[in-house]
């Protein structure tokens, strides 16, 4: 069976052959389509490097990387990423920068002109849905962290991307945003379905919205350990404290914690 | 115990009734505005009373009062010469933007473009000016040509390394924005690099058209026929000293009149640079 996202036994060096960083070695992932999939592991043990791996924005130096049958050599139109920074362009508005997605990637781009107010539409929603309805026309300076990391979670769906990769997109929210957004995720995957590759700090957050959660070793990163998250669905707030949720979150604690020791 | 209080915030709330018995320069604000006014009108004075008080003759230096008469006699020829300065400064100027940002954005997205043209460039810009207009002279004879090529010479340079400058400090993360949706190069370019290097751009507007001034007046007064600079020569040969200097501070008065210009453009055009503060210059006091 093959998966729509394979990653293949990659190594990945930031720098010279001797000098270097080695971020990531003998790290393997494989995603089904339509899959929900955290990734967890130490601070600094290459989970941001590993989504640049698979977005092709950072060439692997061995291994393969595969996204829908095909290796990727460069970045994909079908990916929507939200980076652990904010990353907006401050010379943009909120709404604008939402709507950078649809200025490059087709077909929105050539329809943009022409449909302008059904895709402003659409950006609006979005940005309601995560709480920043009347914010469009500020500009990200005059949005507090949080906010624009909201702003950035809504660039990454608006053209709505059948593979979306987020790295700590909630990580500078308080908790009670931060698990009203996790509602909204899941609501959004549940209707769309789109194959979501997440990194996160958050146990819950990672259990309350996986499918499955995959712990990583400390640099050089590799994948150490997957559990399989078999809740019903939609998940809920109350849920993530019964015992058996709370059976998994521990589970994976002594995962990290190993990881971090034999580091 | 309770009269310090008392007294305490008695003297407290005297500062804040004070503002509105202020002078009116007192304000900040006020005082930043007019200070330009200020320093020239005082230079001025000073100026005017030195060459009184120690009755500095004429050819030497001549008093801002003499200077001001001398304008207003020839007030029709500084106009029509004034005039045509401003022509070739403005056109040299306009060839110089458009030169300078396509290079700009070709040598600032493009390492290997970088290599190869910035030592050359480096080089040529280390030329003195004054050197090349008996070339200009040359191949296209005196007049309105070697100065309009002069201005755009002195001012392309600041324009190029400033966008170039620009596009090549994009920052990484908002390049990989557009990377990771797969935008081409020239998307990059046009949605980041170009955005990104307008502050640059702008600031450098302001030097670059003061160097034109100075590039334009340096090809009148060694070839030409007309403009401020070849009214200077003119007078010079005639011992006019006042008119020179009348030349002079015709000179520096458009020169900060396109800065003036400059700035507001910049403004403008760049508010995200300076986050929206009013008065980009003030700022740093706060
Ligand atoms: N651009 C880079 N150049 C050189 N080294 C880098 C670069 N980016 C990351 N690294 C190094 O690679 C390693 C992994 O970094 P990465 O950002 O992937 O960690 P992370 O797991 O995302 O950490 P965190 O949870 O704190 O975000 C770190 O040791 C870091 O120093
Ligand atoms: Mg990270």
Same mark, same amino acid.
């Given at each position: 069976?093959?998966?729509?996202?394979?990653? #293949?036994?990659?190594?990945?060096?930031?720098?010279?052959?001797?000098?270097?960083?080695?971020?990531?070695?003998?790290?393997?992932?494989?995603?089904?389509?339509?899959?929900?999939?955290?990734?967890?592991?130490?601070?600094?043990?290459?989970?941001?490097?590993?989504?640049?791996?698979?977005?092709?924005?950072?060439?692997?130096?061995?291994?393969?990387?595969?996204?829908?049958?095909?290796?990727?050599?460069?970045?994909? %139109?079908?990916?929507?990423?939200?980076?652990?920074?904010?990353?907006?362009?401050?010379?943009?508005?909120?709404?604008?920068?939402?709507?950078?997605?649809?200025?490059?990637?087709?077909?929105?781009?050539?329809?943009?002109?022409?449909?302008?107010?059904?895709?402003?539409?659409?950006?609006? #929603?979005?940005?309601?849905?995560?709480?920043?309805?009347?914010? %469009?026309?500020?500009?990200?300076?005059?949005?507090?962290?949080?906010?624009?990391?909201?702003? /950035?979670?809504?660039? +990454?769906?608006?053209?709505?991307? %059948?593979?979306?990769?987020?790295?700590?997109?909630?990580?500078?929210?308080?908790?009670?945003?931060?698990?009203?957004?996790?509602?909204?995720?899941?609501?959004?995957?549940?209707?769309?379905?789109?194959?979501?590759?997440?990194?996160?700090?958050?146990?819950?957050?990672?259990?309350?919205?996986?499918?499955?959660?995959?712990?990583? /070793?400390?640099?050089?990163?590799?994948?150490?350990?997957?559990?399989?998250?078999?809740?019903?669905?939609?998940?809920?707030?109350?849920?993530?404290?019964? +015992? /058996?949720?709370?059976?998994?979150?521990?589970?994976?604690?002594?995962?990290?914690?190993?990881?971090?020791?034999?580091? | 115990?309770?009269?310090?209080?008392?007294?305490?915030? $008695?003297?407290?709330?005297?500062?804040?009734?004070?503002?509105?018995?202020?002078?009116?320069?007192?304000?900040?604000?006020?005082?930043?505005?007019?200070?330009?006014?200020?320093?020239?009108?005082?230079?001025?004075?000073?100026?005017?009373?030195?060459?009184?008080?120690?009755?500095?003759?004429?050819?030497?230096?001549?008093?801002?009062?003499?200077? =001001?008469?001398?304008?207003? !006699?020839?007030?029709?020829?500084?106009?029509?010469? $004034?005039?045509?300065?401003?022509?070739?400064?403005?056109?040299?100027?306009?060839?110089?933007?458009?030169?300078?940002?396509?290079?700009?954005?070709?040598?600032?997205?493009?390492?290997?473009?970088?290599?190869?043209?910035?030592?050359?460039?480096?080089?040529?810009?280390?030329?003195? !000016?004054?050197?090349?207009?008996?070339?200009?002279?040359?191949?296209?004879?005196?007049?309105?040509?070697?100065?309009?090529? &002069?201005?755009?010479?002195?001012?392309? =340079?600041?324009?190029?390394?400033?966008?170039?400058?620009?596009?090549? &400090?994009?920052?990484?993360?908002?390049?990989?924005?557009?990377?990771?949706?797969?935008?081409?190069?020239?998307?990059?370019?046009? !949605?980041?690099?170009?955005?990104?290097?307008?502050?640059?751009?702008?600031?450098?507007?302001?030097?670059?058209?003061?160097?034109? =001034?100075?590039?334009?007046?340096?090809?009148?007064?060694?070839?030409?026929? !007309? *403009?401020?600079?070849?009214?200077?020569?003119?007078?010079?040969?005639?011992?006019?000293?006042?008119?020179?200097?009348?030349?002079?501070?015709?000179?520096?008065?458009?020169?900060?009149?396109?800065?003036?210009? $400059?700035?507001?453009?910049?403004?403008?055009?760049?508010?995200?640079?300076?986050?929206?503060?009013? *008065?980009?210059?003030?700022?740093?006091?706060?």
């Amino acid at each position: 069976m093959s998966h729509f996202v394979e990653l #293949d036994n990659i190594t990945l060096r930031y720098g010279g052959e001797d000098t270097g960083t080695v971020a990531l070695e003998g790290a393997t992932l494989r995603v089904a389509r339509g899959e929900f999939v955290a990734v967890v592991g130490p601070s600094g043990c290459g989970k941001s490097t590993l989504m640049k791996a698979l977005s092709g924005l950072w060439p692997v130096n061995a291994g393969t990387v595969i996204v829908a049958g095909r290796e990727v050599a460069r970045p994909l %139109e079908i990916v929507g990423m939200a980076f652990q920074n904010a990353t907006l362009l401050p010379w943009r508005t909120t709404l604008d920068n939402v709507m950078l997605p649809l200025e490059i990637v087709q077909p929105h781009r050539g329809r943009l002109r022409r449909h302008r107010a059904e895709y402003e539409a659409r950006a609006r #929603d979005l940005l309601k849905l995560v709480g920043l309805a009347g914010f %469009e026309q500020k500009f990200p300076w005059q949005l507090s962290g949080g906010m624009q990391q909201r702003a /950035s979670l809504c660039r +990454a769906l608006i053209h709505e991307p %059948e593979l979306l990769i987020l790295d700590e997109p909630f990580g500078a929210l308080d908790m009670f945003t931060r698990e009203e957004l996790w509602g909204v995720m899941q609501d959004l995957w549940m209707t769309k379905r789109p194959t979501v590759i997440l990194v996160t700090h958050d146990l819950r957050e990672a259990v309350y919205l996986a499918d499955r959660v995959h712990v990583m /070793s400390a640099r050089p990163g590799r994948m150490v350990h997957a559990r399989t998250v078999d809740l019903a669905r939609p998940r809920t707030l109350e849920g993530t404290y019964t +015992a /058996s949720f709370t059976a998994i979150t521990q589970e994976l604690r002594e995962h990290i914690s190993h990881a971090r020791a034999a580091a | 115990m309770t009269d310090t209080t008392v007294a305490r915030s $008695a003297a407290s709330a005297r500062p804040a009734a004070a503002p509105t018995r202020k002078p009116w320069l007192a304000s900040r604000r006020n005082l930043e505005r007019a200070l330009p006014w200020l320093v020239v009108i005082g230079l001025f004075l000073v100026w005017e009373v030195g060459v009184r008080a120690f009755s500095v003759p004429q050819f030497v230096l001549p008093a801002p009062s003499v200077i =001001f008469e001398s304008m207003w !006699k020839w007030r029709v020829p500084i106009l029509d010469n $004034a005039w045509q300065t401003l022509f070739t400064t403005a056109v040299g100027f306009g060839i110089a933007i458009v030169f300078g940002l396509v290079t700009g954005v070709l040598i600032g997205s493009s390492s290997l473009i970088y290599n190869g043209l910035y030592p050359v460039l480096i080089g040529f810009n280390s030329i003195p !000016k004054v050197a090349v207009v008996p070339i200009l002279v040359i191949w296209f004879g005196i007049g309105t040509v070697p100065a309009i090529i &002069t201005a755009f010479l002195i001012s392309f =340079f600041p324009i190029l390394v400033n966008v170039a400058t620009g596009i090549a &400090t994009v920052e990484p993360e908002l390049r990989d924005v557009l990377r990771a949706l797969g935008a081409r190069r020239r998307d990059i370019i046009l !949605k980041v690099g170009l955005p990104r290097a307008m502050p640059y751009f702008f600031a450098s507007l302001k030097v670059a058209i003061t160097v034109a =001034f100075v590039g334009s007046i340096i090809a009148e007064t060694v070839a030409s026929n !007309k *403009g401020i600079g070849h009214l200077m020569m003119v007078a010079s040969s005639r011992f006019d000293v006042p008119l020179v200097f009348a030349g002079l501070l015709v000179t520096a008065l458009m020169g900060v009149a396109m800065y003036i210009v $400059a700035n507001i453009v910049e403004r403008r055009m760049t508010g995200w640079a300076t986050r929206g503060m009013d *008065g980009g210059m003030s700022a740093p006091q706060g």
